[in-house]
T-cell receptor, first 113, second 112 residues
């Protein structure tokens, strides 16, 4: 158990709907990452927070995706107007300090019908 | 972005050592080498990381070439629970990016 929890674990939605995922790292994780993973591929970087500041965002991330980390604690990832290509596992990871290991949650699996 | 190259898959017999190679010829002097593994239906799990010197922990050893252009993750005695996808990642510290870039990794199969 890494201490990073994600909710929901599974989400099935229809194309065009909005979805939101939540990540709760442990309190010591002042750094937080979101990744997306499709079948047979490694995780793909989406965005990075240091405390509440979003310091890096993938150029591949369309404007339908938005992430927040109010107060530097939990984080949310919202996908608006979902498309079938958004079907993937969305992974959150926390880290303490600038150099160190990432602690991943178990992910939120999205299926867009 | 600095890239790593790993074999797609490897096999090992249970209780034998496993050497998982990684090439990173474009590594810069301040990039850390990280290894993660991912078991089926789980998020990636940290294994080990290093900068220049070889590193050991309870899970594995990391051997880094003198020129740092390659590294090897060593599992001293493979068990069935070690069957996973292993990712070798370069973690830049001075290039202004914070991301860990995962490739497709090496799928390790452990034979009983």
């Amino acid at each position: 158990d890494t201490g990073v929890s994600q909710d929901p674990r599974h989400k099935i939605t229809k194309r065009g709907q909005n979805v939101t995922f939540r990540c709760d790292p442990i309190s010591e994780h002042n750094r937080l990452y979101w990744y997306r993973q499709t079948l047979g591929q490694g995780p793909e970087f989406l965005t990075y927070f240091q405390n509440e500041a979003q310091l890096e965002k993938s150029r591949l991330l369309s404007d339908r995706f938005s992430a927040e980390r109010p107060k530097g604690s939990f984080s949310t990832l919202e996908i608006q107007r979902t498309e079938q290509g958004d079907s993937a596992m969305y992974l959150c990871a926390g880290r303490q300090g600038s150099i160190g290991e990432l602690f991943f949650g178990e992910g939120s699996r999205l299926t867009v019908l | 972005d600095a890239k790593t190259t790993q074999p797609n898959s490897m096999e090992s017999n249970e209780e034998e050592p496993v050497h998982l190679p990684c090439n990173h010829s474009t590594i810069s002097g301040t990039d850390y080498i990280h290894w993660y593994r991912q078991l089926p239906s789980q998020g990636p799990e940290y294994v080990i990381h290093g900068l220049t010197s070889n590193v050991n922990n309870r899970m594995a050893s990391l051997a880094i070439a003198e020129d740092r252009k390659s590294s090897t993750l060593i599992l001293h005695r493979a068990t069935l629970r070690d069957a996973a996808v292993y990712y070798c990642i370069l973690r830049p510290t001075t290039s202004g990016t914070y991301k860990y870039i995962f490739g497709t990794g090496t799928r390790l199969k452990v034979l009983a």
